[in-house]
């Protein structure tokens, strides 16, 4: 009978252990899914942040072209309209033509001025975005990161989406700004798709005693 007990005790330590070990497993598991995840939604940002630097640099070199040109035309518009002053003050230049068409020309060329400058910041907010090459800490404004950021997503929430800032004064903080704009996307994609048709996105941001928000 002793042997009986010591056999069903035996049996009962083992089925003990073998739960343990099962669950053990079964965290490691968990965990190793988890990293997995984790790994994966990291190259899915690192290769984001890559693609965006690359359609950032292509699209600076046409840019530049365009506001050079910019340049030039409105340089060569001042002129033209200078030898009209001086040497046809009292023909062509009071002609409606002449000044239906000079005023078109003008009229275009504030219309590539603007588009240009809202490409170069677009642009500018790229390149800030993907600052994946930071791998030391440094100061960053949070409300810098989030316009950047917004950039990305701006087809995303312009027709259906209101979108709210209430932006407190902050200070900067130390972080790594490539990774607190992968931060700031997430936060703001699970947002939109959190949204069934319209909606409001409202991001709002302040500090007490050394932290931030």
């Known amino acids: 009978k002793l042997a009986e007990q010591a056999l069903q005790k035996a049996h009962e330590q083992l089925e003990l252990r ?33 693609l965006v630097a690359g359609i950032a640099h292509e699209i600076n070199t046409p840019v530049g072209a365009i506001n050079s040109m910019h340049d030039t035309l409105v340089r060569a518009i001042a002129k033209f309209k ?15 033509k002449v000044r239906a068409i000079l005023k078109v020309i003008e009229d275009a060329n504030r219309v590539v001025a ?17 600052r994946l090459d930071e791998a030391e800490l440094k100061e960053a404004d949070i409300h810098e990161g989030i316009e950047d ?3 990305l997503i701006h087809h995303e929430i312009k027709h259906h989406i209101e979108l709210e800032k209430d932006y407190g004064e902050l200070p900067p903080i130390s972080c790594y700004p490539g990774r ?3 931060v700031l996307l997430n ?9 069934q ?15 931030v928000y």
């Open 82 to 96: 200078q030898v009209l002053d001086e040497r046809l003050a009292e023909g062509i230049e009071g002609d409606p």
């Open 187 to 195: 936060l703001l994609i699970n947002a939109r798709q959190a949204i």
């Open 197 to 211: 048709g319209e909606g409001k996105i409202r991001i709002k941001t302040w500090h007490d005693a050394g932290n």
């Open 18 to 50: 073998v739960q343990e070990r099962t669950a053990e497993l079964e965290q490691t598991n968990r965990d190793l899914r988890t990293t997995q995840a984790q790994l994966v939604q990291s190259e899915k940002m690192a290769s984001l942040g890559m």
């Open 149 to 151: 950021t917004l950039v």
């Open 114 to 130: 603007s588009g240009s400058d809202r490409v170069t910041n677009i642009v500018r907010r790229l390149r800030s975005f993907a």
């Open 180 to 182: 607190l704009n992968q």
